[in-house]
């Protein structure tokens, strides 16, 4: 079975300083993982996509996460914090059950930037 | 502009209630879904249709139920609300292949009382 684990609920960092938010996965196969972002009271949006292509994937706004299937991780980081980049965060897993693609979602880490 | 349009955003009703949200995208998409998101929990599966004309429930179907009326929409229907079903409800649809992505839309904002 699949799943995904944020490692933190909250992560507080100042503006310009580095992002960093922790997930570790779980799957069967090869999957395709995914970050979204939810800013508050709006729905979600995709940041990035990784589809078995680079480990390395590069998003928008600046964000990029990592694949090691040594360490079943995808990390999110960006070099330097903005305050509009405030918003919960959400680590996503794809499944296959019956033919039928779903996602899994991890619990969500909200981020605060600090001016 | 293509994409998921979900109605109404906010609604509240009272417990015993019934109601049907809304779901429709016009991006030619097989597949469509229902979430809840509820604080510290991520969003959990309610229902899903893989392509018109079948659905599958996911991981807290108890209480809804789903109608795939065409291509296009895919409602959710709360028969007796309750106050536990109170929650931000996302509707999404996903294209073709392994690797692509969902498109969510703005989301419904249910208070049960």
């Known amino acids: 079975a699949q799943s995904v684990t944020q490692l933190d609920s909250h992560v507080s960092v100042s503006e310009g300083t580095p992002v960093l938010l922790r997930c570790n996965y779980s799957?069967?196969?090869?999957?395709?993982l995914f970050w979204y972002v939810q800013h508050p009271n709006k729905g979600l949006q995709l940041l990035l996509k990784?589809?078995?292509?680079?480990?390395l994937v590069k998003g928008i706004n600046g964000f990029e996460a990592e694949f090691k299937k040594s360490e079943t991780s995808f990390h999110l980081t960006k070099p330097s914090a903005h305050m509009s980049d405030a918003a919960e965060y959400f680590c996503?897993?794809?499944?296959?059950?019956?033919?039928?693609?779903?996602?899994?979602f991890g619990s969500g880490t909200r981020l605060l930037v600090r001016p | 502009n293509a994409g998921v349009t979900q109605t109404p955003k906010f609604q509240v009703l009272k417990t015993g209630q019934s109601m049907t949200l809304q779901c429709a995208q016009d991006?030619?998409?097989?597949?469509m879904y229902w979430y809840r998101q509820d604080p510290g929990m991520g969003l959990r599966l309610i229902y899903y249709?893989?392509?018109?004309?079948?659905?599958d429930k996911g991981e807290v179907p108890n209480g809804y139920n789903v109608s795939r009326l065409n291509k296009r929409e895919f409602s959710l229907r709360l028969e007796s609300a309750a106050p536990s079903q109170t929650s931000v409800y996302f509707c999404?649809?996903?294209?073709?292949?392994?690797?692509?992505?969902?498109?969510f839309g703005s989301g419904t904002r249910l208070t049960v009382v």
């Open positions: 999404a649809s996903r294209g073709q292949g392994l690797d692509y992505g969902y498109t």
């Open positions: 799957s069967s196969y090869s999957p395709s």
């Open positions: 990784y589809t078995s292509a680079a480990t």
């Open positions: 996503v897993v794809s499944a296959i059950s019956d033919s039928s693609y779903k996602l899994i």
């Open positions: 991006m030619n998409h097989n597949s």
């Open positions: 249709s893989a392509s018109e004309g079948t659905t």
